[in-house]
């Protein structure tokens, strides 16, 4: 029989979190070895599961992969755990900085990094197609305009710098991007390319939350066993 994928969720308590634990507790694959929160104090109710803090990841039991839907700080300490024990880091986390990119960067080294900012299999296939209309459609205007729930910290989304991003890669230049913030939307992702005559338009709408958890659950289990250096989603998903 196959060992169980021992898990360390950092981030346990958020809205993320919350997706994943019902998820990793359901899967035959794997085991919730221990739950992060950012100040603790939470009734996680995952009974003899350690529950820890990002200070007390120390405490933590023997894990085989950590998965982190924090912030820039849980992140950080998250890296740090991993490298200590050398066990490889899935992240979401967004509002990330050159700090961030250059830590994650150097962890590759020596650890398994899979960082996205979107673990939804339509995102992964909607930035290839970003990417060939962006190489294709030279001279076109392009805007990306996202929507997100009210209580989004970062603007633009970490999703709508990442599709921007694939379309510089093709045309040296950042497209604009508009952001709105309103009620409960989980995610929408809208990329236009505008010529004369002509529009084509992109749309991604994410309806639950769970997708991002599934996807995350499924990068962090394909990461296990894999040599150090910074993964892309598209490499473990499409
Ligand atoms: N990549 C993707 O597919 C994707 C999808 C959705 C969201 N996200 C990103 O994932 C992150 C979490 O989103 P969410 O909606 O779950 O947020 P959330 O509901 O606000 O939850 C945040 C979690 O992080 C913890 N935390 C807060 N401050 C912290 C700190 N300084 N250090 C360590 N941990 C801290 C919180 O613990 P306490 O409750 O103890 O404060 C909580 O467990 C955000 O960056 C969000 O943009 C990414």
Redesign the pocket.
């Known amino acids: 029989m196959t060992a169980l994928t021992r898990i360390l969720l950092?981030?346990?308590?958020?809205?993320?979190?919350?997706?994943l634990l019902p998820l990793i507790q359901a899967d035959t694959r794997c085991t919730l070895a221990a739950a992060?929160?950012?100040?603790?104090?939470?009734e996680l109710g995952l009974g003899d599961v350690p529950q820890l803090?990002?200070g007390t990841l120390n405490d933590a039991p023997e894990v085989d992969v950590v998965i982190?839907?924090?912030?820039?700080?849980?992140?950080?300490?998250a890296l740090e755990f991993c490298l200590r024990r050398r066990v490889p880091l899935v992240?979401?986390?967004?509002?990330l900085d050159d700090f961030h990119w250059a830590a994650l960067d150097s962890a590759a080294q020596r650890i398994p990094v899979l960082?996205?900012?979107?673990?939804?299999l339509g995102?992964v296939l909607l930035t290839e197609l970003v990417r060939r209309c962006a190489a294709v459609l030279q001279g076109w205007d392009c805007d990306i305009v996202e929507s997100h729930h009210a209580?989004?910290?970062?603007a633009p989304?970490?999703?709508a710098l990442h599709l921007g991003a694939a379309v510089e890669s093709e045309r040296g230049e950042l497209p604009r991007m508009h952001s709105l913030r309103a009620g409960d939307i989980v995610?929408e992702h809208t990329v236009q390319f505008a010529g004369k005559g002509e529009r084509i338009e992109l749309v991604h709408r994410?309806t639950n939350?769970v997708?991002?958890?599934r996807?995350?659950l499924e990068a962090a289990l394909r990461l296990v066993g894999q040599p150090p250096g910074r993964y892309a989603i598209a490499e473990l998903m499409l």
């Open positions: 950092v981030g346990a308590s958020g809205r993320m979190g919350q997706q992060a929160t950012g100040r603790g104090g939470h803090t990002v982190d839907f924090s912030r820039p700080a849980g992140l950080e300490a992240s979401g986390s967004t509002s960082w996205a900012a979107n673990f939804s995102v209580m989004k910290l970062d989304s970490g999703t995610g994410a939350r997708i991002f958890a996807g995350a």
